[in-house]
């Protein structure tokens, strides 16, 4: 008889206890261990008389039949899994509740329906009435989708078993399926695991790739997709600002393509739309003009995006002066902000300090360093930067701008969208070949930059800083003021 074991196991990483505790210790996350059965899927008296079968060992070199992808039909969605789908792939695309996962599933396996592919999607959260009304939302009702709202992992494998096999299966979401062979409540994570494992262990046999959908919860109650994403090939999310219109699909790892991808898409009325040109759309509503903003010419994967950077540095009443920041890196804020405040004698710290990145982006670039300084400067000193530069470029410990990669694809995707001049490292200046179409403003230390932005917001009538003749303007001098 198969003893069941019962331990306490976190929702969020899906440790194991024995007993229940109010942290767990393997992720620090609190009140997330719950009791579940994790007997496994095997009765424990199989499991010990089975026998080892034996099984052919490979070697390296040998042929394995290439995997071939399928196009989604989306050019968004094949760049950030590195050229479509892959044969016997299982792909986890997490996100918040309502960011448009179900949108883009309906619209990508659709897409594929009419390309004449067999491709299933089943519902577990939504009635197949849900999901044939989104359809028609989106004007797809006509695409030969096979559509179904079930839960029972076996009887979803059973089903698909039969006939020809899927090229693409969707699963919405993972958290709502479940398996017999484990006693525990659907969406806790054994049975997440469980399921997920029977799913993928369907898609190596038969060679279907499938999506599994995992909704990401901050309060631990549903179990988080995370225990999921080593089991996968790829994990994507899919990310966005609810009151934005744009949607970013990211891709988190990936077993068969690049894992710095993005996709860009702008949710309508319609679902959502492609953005082929992200920089244009991360511009489309720039505050020229204003104080504090800078555009950054930055790299995702391969393709150049510029966005803007908007700063807003304000005298502070309170003992700790707050630092927020919305898509970028906070450690990242904090280092700009001592090296301007250790070697260009900028006093931030009497000052709320908040940087935003425009457009709902997220920006993991050491790059943005220059943008960001020279916004948070603009900010403090009431000056206007100019319109038609960008900038780019790392900032060391020590003040120095130093080099970031790909100079050359940021400074022609910066022409092209109608930019004048550029502010880059000095060290970089070299790489871009000449004709990069922009006057180039290099700097080799953040002082110069500070000076300059210094320089503008004196001259346009401000009384105090000759900044001309010192580096550093008086009214940053340390030990002033
Ligand atoms: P949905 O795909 O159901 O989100 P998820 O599966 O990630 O929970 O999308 C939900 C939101 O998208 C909903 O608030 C409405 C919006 N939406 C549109 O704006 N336009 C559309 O055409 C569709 C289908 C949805
Ligand atoms: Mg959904």
């Not at 409540?185 to 494992?197: E, I, L």
């Not at 002082?447 to 932005?453: D, G, S």
Request: with cysteine; glycine share 10%; charged share 20%.
């Amino acid at each position: 008889m198969a003893k069941s074991t019962l331990s306490f196991v976190c929702q969020n990483c899906g440790a194991a206890y024995n007993r229940w505790q109010g942290k767990c210790e393997s992720c620090g996350e609190w009140n997330t261990l719950a009791e579940e059965d994790t007997s496994g899927s095997v009765p424990v008296s199989i499991r010990s008389k089975r026998k080892g079968r034996t099984f052919a060992l490979e070697s390296l070199s040998g042929k394995s039949p290439d995997a071939p992808r399928l196009s989604s039909g989306m050019s968004e969605l094949d760049r950030v899994t590195g050229g479509g789908f892959v044969r016997g792939s299982v792909l986890l695309v997490g996100g918040d509740p309502g960011i448009g996962k179900s949108t883009l599933l309906t619209q990508a396996t659709s897409l594929l329906a009419r390309a004449g592919h067999r491709v299933v999607y089943i519902s577990g959260e939504e009635a197949v009435a849900q999901v044939r009304l989104r359809a028609e939302r989106l004007g797809l009702s006509d695409a030969p989708v096979q559509l179904a709202a079930e839960t029972s992992v076996e009887d979803i494998v059973s089903t698909l078993s039969e006939g020809a096999v899927p090229r693409l299966i969707v699963i919405d979401s993972i958290q709502t399926m479940w398996t017999d062979t484990v006693e525990s409540a659907p969406g806790t994570v054994t049975q997440v695991r469980a399921s997920a494992q029977a799913l993928i262990r369907f898609a190596k046999k038969t060679g279907a790739a499938i999506i599994l959908v995992g909704h990401v919860t901050k309060d631990g109650q549903i179990a988080g997709p995370r225990v999921v994403e080593h089991m996968v090939d790829a994990v994507m999310s899919f990310e966005g600002e609810g009151s934005q219109q744009f949607r970013i699909l990211r891709a988190v790892k990936n077993r068969f393509g690049p894992t710095d991808e993005i996709g860009v898409f702008e949710m309508t009325g319609l679902g959502l739309r492609e953005v082929t040109n992200p920089s244009e759309l991360f511009l489309s509503e720039r505050d020229l003009g204003t104080p504090g903003t800078a555009v950054f010419a930055g790299i995702e994967g391969t393709r150049p995006v510029l966005v803007e950077l908007q700063a807003l540095v304000a005298p502070t009443s309170l003992g700790t002066p707050r630092r927020a920041v919305v898509g970028w890196d906070p450690s990242r804020l904090s280092m700009v902000l001592a090296v301007l405040e250790a070697h260009c004698g900028v006093k931030l710290s009497g000052h709320d300090v908040y940087l935003n990145v425009a457009g709902g982006l997220r920006i993991h670039e050491p790059a943005a360093d220059l943008a960001a300084a020279a916004a948070l400067v603009s900010s403090l000193v009431n000056a206007q930067l100019p319109t038609d530069a960008v900038y780019f470029g790392e900032i060391s410990l020590s003040g120095v701008v130093r080099p970031v990669a790909q100079t050359p694809a940021r400074l022609k995707e910066a022409a092209k969208l109608g930019f004048q001049r550029a502010v880059l490292p000095e060290s970089a200046r070299g790489e871009t070949g000449g004709d990069a179409g922009l006057s180039l403003n290099a700097v080799n230390s953040l002082t110069t930059l500070v000076a300059e932005i210094a320089a503008r917001g004196s001259r346009r009538g401000e009384s105090n800083a000759p900044a001309e003749k010192n580096a550093t303007p008086a009214r940053f001098r340390r030990g002033e003021g």
